[in-house]
């Protein structure tokens, strides 16, 4: 069956980022419509995700991204560990399995009802919206289904993935870091790694950066290092760079969706500016505000790229098939 995903070309989603009215609110669809639930996932139609099955599938090899559901097991910002229990029935001849977890503890896409903007008004400075200008007020409405999950679950997020692995890069450039740091990866690095890989981008692509969060936490972190983070008022994330070059970049080339197995996909916490050279400087920003309270787009994280980036070194290869 095809998909339902349809989209004019001359929808903002198509526009070159200098030319929208408004780059912090790239908001299409009515409110409560599909297409306003789809996001910037609207670029992945039909040709789009029939060209990415017929050119990127082509061993058969495949590979989880999910992370275990009990990582991060000690987690940052009060988040509970999953639970899992086990349930007898019928005398112990079958059993049922009970799991309650927070999504943002392990492998997630963050969804639009995620994150907001600031859109403060003289009678409310601190008032902040949702994409497409949903308020708090109705996402803590348990009758309000506007931008949720089910928009993207209906047809899932398909299409050709490519990976930028970051991780391998650094060590190739003797690049040291620890990934529970504001170590940030500037746009001209990613490029440079896209370079080195040879991976070309196309419209509607779901962009993966590696930096090494699961193989640290899973290899190199002892106990007391993980408890340390999740007690620490001010947790580390590294991530890519928050700055307006990134966005426009990650804007024109067309990309559906990011995700990445950091923690927060870009740099945590936002750095008010970030270093070009010995006497300049370029403005930080909160990249969280624009993906997904500006622009409908999924950002994913905590996902395990290990298993991927094997095959990829393996195969020399840096584009999939993501079903």
Not at 26 to 33: D, F, H, L
Not at 101 to 115: A, C, E, K, M, T
Not at 221 to 226: G, I, L, P, V, Y
């Amino acid at each position: 069956m095809g998909s339902m995903i349809t989209t004019s070309k001359a929808s903002l989603h198509y526009q070159d980022y200098d030319s929208l009215p408004d780059p912090k609110r790239v908001w299409t669809g009515k409110p409560g419509s599909r297409e306003e639930g789809l996001g910037r996932l609207v670029l992945l139609t039909p040709e789009v995700v029939s060209n990415a099955a017929s050119t990127c599938i082509k061993t058969g090899r495949r590979t989880s991204l999910n992370w275990e559901l009990t990582k991060l097991d000690i987690a940052n910002f009060n988040r509970a560990p999953a639970q899992h229990h086990i349930v007898s029935l019928l005398n112990g001849a079958a059993y049922d399995d009970v799991y309650i977890f927070n999504p943002q503890q392990s492998s997630q896409w963050d969804g639009l009802r995620h994150f907001s903007a600031p859109a403060p008004t003289p009678s409310d400075p601190n008032r902040r919206l949702f994409y497409g200008g949903m308020t708090s007020g109705e996402i803590q409405d348990r009758n309000n289904t506007r931008l949720g999950i089910q928009h993207w679950a209906k047809e899932g997020i398909c299409g050709r993935g490519v990976l930028l692995d970051y991780a391998k890069y650094a060590r190739r450039h003797s690049i040291s870091y620890t990934t529970f740091s504001d170590h940030s990866i500037p746009l001209h690095i990613l490029l440079d790694v896209a370079k080195e890989q040879g991976v070309k981008f196309l419209r509607g692509d779901i962009l993966f950066v590696r930096i090494g969060v699961v193989r640290e936490w899973d290899q190199q972190m002892t106990a007391a290092d993980k408890l340390a983070y999740a007690q620490s008022s001010n947790p580390q994330h590294a991530g890519v760079e928050g700055t307006e070059e990134m966005l426009k970049w990650i804007w024109n080339e067309g990309f559906s969706a990011v995700a990445s197995d950091a923690i927060s996909f870009e740099v945590y916490p936002p750095q008010p500016s970030y270093q070009r050279g010995e006497n300049a400087s370029v403005k930080g920003l909160f990249m969280h505000e624009y993906l997904i309270a500006g622009w409908g787009m999924p950002v994913g994280e905590l996902f395990d790229l290990e298993g991927l980036s094997r095959v990829c070194q393996e195969e020399q290869r840096w584009e999939f098939f993501i079903p």
